[in-house]
């Protein structure tokens, strides 16, 4: 390898043994406090063939109910629903 190619690989270890340790560190601190690393809130749901073309409806997490807002209408709707 010539010197730049070994500096560059060197300097990608580094950083992925960096990567490593904070998620380590983050794992631990997880179990530790027995914490998610995120907490799902809302999903917008399409239907059709495009982006373009189809209907959006919004399925929102409010005071631990879920509920589906579909144009005018809004349900009531299970977690299961959401998954």
Known sequence: MQEEEVAIY???QGARNELKELDDKLAALEKEENCER???WGVMVHQGNSATFGHYKLCLLLSDEWYEFND???SKISRAAID
């Open 72 to 74: 005018k209408h809004v």
């Open 38 to 40: 995120y907490v799902l």
């Open 10 to 12: 060197k300097k990608c």
